[in-house]
């Protein structure tokens, strides 16, 4: 499974997993962030500026979760912020591809697993506070083909 990473709103990489962890410079437990975890991770900050070549920081980090679930998270929120990628010297099995902590942030420690789009923001009207739910995005296919299920 691939992760789709944007600049805004233009997508700029599709990387799995393992091309994710190769250009990350900074791995570590992340039992030493989150405790009561266990896990390799990532740290999310250093492992953005290895590629970006934007000269602006972003404001806001919004990721996106296999199941509809998004956060959007302000930047200065996520100097501690990891990306979980490993358990038990394997892929994660539960919250895979990858799943997001942030400690220390407005929210005691959000976390977001399944995570399969990250949007590196520019836009300070999006407030100094975490926000995160479900997309509620329902599509009249989607609604029709439950319906279907339901009815046979």
């Known amino acids: 499974?691939?992760?789709?990473?944007?600049?805004?709103?233009t997508e700029v990489l599709?990387?799995?997993?393992?091309?994710?962890?190769?250009?990350?410079?900074?791995?570590?437990?992340?039992n030493e962030r989150v405790p009561g975890i266990d896990g390799k991770a990532f740290e999310l900050v250093s492992w953005y500026e290895s590629w970006t070549k934007e000269a602006t920081k972003p404001t806001h980090l919004k990721v996106e979760a296999a199941d509809e679930f998004q956060a959007i998270i302000p930047w200065i929120e996520l100097d501690s912020a990891a990306i979980l990628y490993e358990q038990n010297e394997q892929p994660l099995k539960k919250g895979k591809p990858i799943r997001l902590y942030v400690p220390n942030g407005t929210?005691?420690?959000?976390?977001?697993?399944?995570?399969?789009?990250m949007f590196f923001i520019r836009n300070k009207q999006l407030g100094d506070e975490s926000s995160f739910g479900f997309?509620?995005?329902l599509d009249v296919n989607d609604l029709k083909n439950q319906y279907m299920k339901n009815k046979s």
């Open 14 to 30: 599709t990387l799995s997993v393992e091309q994710m962890k190769k250009m990350a410079s900074k791995h570590f437990p992340i």
């Open 107 to 117: 929210s005691d420690c959000l976390n977001v697993k399944s995570i399969v789009n």
């Open 1 to 9: 499974m691939n992760i789709h990473i944007y600049e805004d709103k």
């Open 135 to 137: 997309k509620n995005k």
